[in-house]
């Protein structure tokens, strides 16, 4: 079974920037779209984003333009720039390997997420 390890949460100023990591212990499928996800204290887990083998990337309309997907398969590590963050991207987020098209379903048990607080 993969162990997923997210880090490079915080706390941040709004308008401030992260960049979360998330580390496979063992090798993420190389056919296979990663997401990452967050949730928010009370509310359900959603996906943030989400990147194929291919490097097409996919994201919610509210962080689009702020956050930026990537991924390094021989490294077994898949990235979230956040910039421009405000106080509602503060959750905690977590990584996962798709097992759907839509991502909706994932592969793995999940991490222990890293959390991001947006405050003044």
């Known amino acids: 079974q993969v162990q997923l390890v997210e880090s490079g949460g915080g706390l941040v100023q709004p308008g401030g920037s992260l960049r979360l990591s998330c580390a496979a212990s063992?090798?993420?499928?190389?056919?296979?779209?990663m997401g990452w996800y967050r949730q928010a204290p009370g509310k359900q887990r959603l996906l943030v984003a989400f990147?194929?083998?291919?490097?097409?990337?996919n994201y919610v309309d509210s962080v689009k333009g702020r956050f930026t997907i990537s991924r390094d398969n021989a490294k077994n590590t898949v990235y979230l720039q956040m910039n421009s963050l405000k106080p509602e991207d503060t959750a905690r987020y977590y990584c996962n390997q798709c097992k759907s098209p839509s991502c909706t379903v994932v592969a793995f048990s999940w991490g222990q997420g890293t959390q991001v607080t947006v405050s003044s």
């Open positions: 063992g090798s993420i499928s190389s056919i296979n779209a």
């Open positions: 990147i194929t083998t291919g490097g097409s990337t």
